[in-house]
C-alpha cells in the first residue's frame, strides 16, 4: 500500500490467516510490528469504514496477532517479541483514511 510505504513502513506480509482471524497487512516501523486492517465503504451509512471496526472485529484481530506474533518475531525479530501497534486504514470512496494506534490492546 503506497500510504503506507511513503510513511516509511516496511510490508512483511498480508493476508495472514490463522484459526483465531486474519491480518490483512504486517508492516515493520522502526522495532515496532504494525498490524493493519484494511477496511472499504461506499458511504458512511453506519458510520463509515473506520467505525465498522468494532470491539468484536477488535478482539479477533488481537486473537490472530497474539497466535501470529510467534512467527513474525521468529522470521523479522531474531526471535524477540516486537512491540506491537494496530491501525487501520479506512476507504470512504477513494480516499483512504489511516488511523495510526487504532486501539489497544488491554492488559491483563
Known amino acids: 500500500m503506497a500510504l503506507l510505504a511513503r510513511a516509511g513502513l516496511r510490508p512483511l506480509a498480508r493476508n495472514l490467516r490463522c484459526r483465531g482471524g486474519e491480518i490483512d497487512l504486517a508492516l ?5 510490528l504494525v498490524l493493519v486492517e484494511v477496511r472499504a465503504r461506499r458511504d458512511r451509512r453506519y458510520g463509515g469504514a473506520a467505525a465498522s471496526v468494532g470491539w468484536t472485529k477488535q478482539a ?3 486473537r490472530a496477532a497474539a497466535r501470529l506474533l510467534p512467527g513474525l518475531a521468529a522470521r523479522h525479530w531474531a526471535g524477540h517479541p516486537p512491540r506491537v501497534r494496530f491501525d487501520v486504514v479506512a476507504f470512504e470512496g477513494e480516499e483512504p483514511l ?3 494506534h487504532a486501539f489497544d490492546v488491554p492488559v491483563r
Open 28 to 32: 515493520r516501523d522502526g522495532d515496532t
Open 60 to 62: 479477533r484481530l488481537i
Open 98 to 100: 489511516w488511523l495510526r
